[in-house]
């Protein structure tokens, strides 16, 4: 089957390919597609690598009725809308995030086909025949109900209202076709059959509403209403819809997951559109469904990127060993003495959190070495070596000064930036030579988001002292923060220039040459960084995303995979020395320190963006689709991995003939409008939503 939209797709593939997608959030581990459970789909399966309990949703076969105008009906009580009702629900049902049936195992009747003798044979006949003891089977009817002779019927197209025994379909009929005849294992009845207007008598509406509930036991049975009430049907009810069946596939769509585990249970289902239903009509409609008649963990629909991320493990601890060139060396981590170490004796700290640390070596009578940023990495041993060099010249008022400045700086917030800036600022002026002060006063400025301050004082730190090289590597690391990135390569350019194994300003010129569109100069700089530091989990990912860029994709999936693993851990339970702190946060778009655990997750949401392109591109459709609805879990507001989202779900309908990926691709394109209208993908979004409604429309009509 070849769809009308291909065209349209096809120009906005190629427009894909030149934008530089790195702009999207992204990241999470795995070596499989997504972070999802064991979910065998009647669709191409997708397995996940990292949930304990396999789940499986069975076959699933369906019947759709809805009926507008009837044959017989005075046309004052004819229905306005359960046609579109019907359609919507035979759409997520067959929706891939959704029901996931197979298009052709739901059999729809709407208007004029929806008579009593298809009605018998789709139910009575098919239904029975096809059914297994592992499956499941809905029946989903939007029309009218009637009474005769105290019994309840719903109402085929050509029901004769003087002869509704006869001519309707009986309540009690359905009750033994689902207890005796039709053997599944989740059996589903959703019902809209009390409609305002066409049934005056109050008995008539109890009589079918109590019909509907207690028809068998073992089945799950929603109702738009409960005894003595009517439905509401309204325009204003996603373009006009049966008010409970608008909240049934609002539900089924994935609102109502409330666990937000990606699964749509029967219990939520029915507390969902009960809530919303009522809310909606003030209380005058109250669908209704027998808790004790069905299992509550009954599995209705399945939405992957609804789900939220698995919570990562702690962060394991790392280890510093440090070696000087002196005995008798006292060493302070975060301003805390840890101990002594002589010139032969190397002195281990081992467990030690992930992250940036402040390093001092200090000997009576001579300048201390440091304090300096050192990089604790998970699970990894890290060697510092410390130089023990100049006799003390310095005041000791101004290193006093500087230690109560350094104190408050590692503490974080504004209230003790603002204090430590005034220490820094004072140890500063008892010494204008003092380098390290106007290090930590440059930084404690950037922290504060004064930017021009930061870069004055970055700038007087390099001045005095041009072989700083700690102060250029943060200062440029600041401009990359800022969107200079020709200042920021100038920068890192003469730190490795001076030595060939500074592993952050390699990290930090990936990013930057990655920003330029550089890409083989950002994955040598990130290849190099690896090699420094195998276990820098980011420069796996600026690697990765250059390799994406520069159309490696199988290269670059490697890349992201790698990146996942390294960071897959819970970087909150750094606090202020968090593992994406300082250095790490350079480039990032986020500098406040409260913001550290949304860039984990905007990392996460990167990579897994980044794996989707890579199989879309590699038309690997099915794990695209489940690397991007990774992303969205982290992510939902971002329109661009929505975009690529609906790409697959197109491309997988095209090549596979089948009208199923459709639903889900129409979906993520609406929503791309909904986020940002503005985009260049909204100009696409909305050709191929056109194309795929008028292809959609026409296989309706066959």
């Not at 459970?37 to 997708?46: A, G, H, I, T, Y």
């Not at 005095?464 to 890192?492: H, K, N, T, V």
């Not at 990936?510 to 980011?538: C, G, H, M, V, W």
Request: glycine share 6%; aromatic share 10%; charged share 25%.
């Amino acid at each position: 089957m070849k769809f009308k939209f291909c065209a349209l797709l096809c120009v906005g593939l190629a427009l894909t390919a030149r934008l530089e997608f790195a702009q999207v959030s992204p990241p999470e581990p795995s070596q499989t597609p997504a972070n999802q459970r064991d979910l065998r789909l009647e669709q191409d399966p997708v397995k996940s690598s990292d949930d304990s309990l396999p789940i499986r949703i069975p076959r699933g076969y369906a019947v759709v009725i809805g009926i507008n105008q009837y044959e017989k009906i005075p046309q004052s009580k004819q229905l306005n809308f359960a046609e579109r009702d019907a359609e919507a629900i035979y759409s997520i049902l067959i929706s891939p995030e959704g029901g996931n049936f197979r298009a052709e195992n739901v059999h729809k009747l709407i208007g004029r086909q929806a008579t009593l003798e298809n009605v018998r044979k789709e139910l009575e006949e098919w239904l029975p025949s096809i059914a297994r003891e592992e499956d499941r089977v809905w029946v989903y009817f939007a029309g009218h109900g009637f009474v005769s002779e105290n019994k309840a019927y719903l109402a085929p197209y050509d029901l004769n209202p003087r002869d509704i025994g006869r001519t309707g379909y009986s309540m009690a009929q359905l009750g033994s076709l689902f207890g005796n005849r039709i053997k599944a294992r989740w059996k589903v009845l959703l019902t809209d059959a009390c409609h305002s207007g066409a049934i005056n008598p109050e008995r008539d509406v109890q009589t079918i509403n109590k019909s509907l509930i207690d028809l068998d036991k073992s089945l799950f049975s929603l109702t738009a209403s409960r005894d003595r009430e009517v439905s509401f049907e309204s325009p204003d009810s996603g373009g006009g819809h049966g008010i409970f069946t608008y909240y049934v596939v609002k539900g089924l769509e994935g609102s109502a997951d409330e666990s937000a585990d990606g699964i749509v249970t029967a219990d939520e289902l029915a507390e969902y559109v009960r809530q919303n239903v009522r809310s909606a009509t003030s209380g005058k409609q109250n669908p209704t469904s027998e808790r004790a008649s069905f299992d509550p963990n009954m599995l209705l629909a399945y939405v992957a990127s609804n789900r939220l991320p698995n919570t990562p493990p702690p962060a394991k601890f790392g280890t510093l060993v440090i070696e000087s060139n002196l005995d008798g060396v006292e060493v302070f981590v975060d301003e805390k003495s840890v101990g002594i170490v002589n010139r032969d004796k190397p002195l281990p700290l081992p467990g030690l959190v992930p992250g940036v640390h402040i390093i001092k070596g200090v000997k009576l009578g001579y300048e201390p070495d440091g304090p300096r940023e050192e990089i604790v990495y998970p699970g990894q041993v890290s060697t510092v070596s410390i130089k023990i060099l100049i006799p003390r010249r310095r005041s000791k008022e101004a290193a006093e000064l500087f230690d109560k400045g350094l104190e408050l700086y590692l503490k974080g917030s504004e209230a003790n930036y603002r204090r430590a800036v005034d220490f820094f600022r004072r140890a500063l002026a008892l010494d204008p030579k003092f380098s390290q002060a106007a290090l930590y006063l440059a930084r404690t400025y950037n922290a504060l988001f004064e930017q021009a301050k930061a870069k004055e004082n970055f700038q007087k730190a390099i001045e005095i002292d041009p072989d700083y090289l700690e102060a250029r590597a943060s200062f440029g690391g600041m401009l990359l923060d800022i969107g200079d990135l020709d200042g920021a390569i100038r920068q890192l350019n003469t730190v490795i220039q001076r030595d060939r194994d500074h592993a952050l300003a390699y990290y930090l010129l990936a990013e930057a040459f990655r920003r330029k569109d550089a890409y083989a100069e950002s994955i040598a700089a990130a290849k190099r960084a690896i090699q420094l530091t195998p276990a820098n989990a980011e420069a796996y990912l600026w690697l990765a995303e250059s390799l994406r860029m520069s159309e490696s994709y199988v290269d670059a999936k490697s890349a992201y995979l790698d990146y996942l693993r390294l960071s897959n851990f819970d970087s909150k339970l750094a606090g202020n020395l968090n593992y994406y702190a300082l250095g790490f946060l350079f480039g990032l778009g986020k500098r406040h320190r409260a913001a550290q655990h949304d860039i984990w997750e905007d990392l996460r949401s990167r990579a897994y963006f980044g794996l989707c392109d890579c199989d879309r591109r590699l038309e690997q459709y099915a794990s695209a689709i489940a690397y991007c609805q990774k992303s969205l879990s982290y992510d939902k507001q971002d329109a661009l991995v929505h975009y690529a989202t609906a790409l697959a779900y197109a491309r997988q309908a095209s090549d596979s003939g089948r009208v199923e990926p459709l639903i889900p691709a129409l979906k993520h394109f609406k929503t791309v409008l909904e986020i940002n209208s503005d985009l260049t993908e909204a100009d696409y979004s909305r050709q191929n939503i056109e194309s795929i409604e008028a292809f959609l429309i026409t296989t309706r009509s066959q």
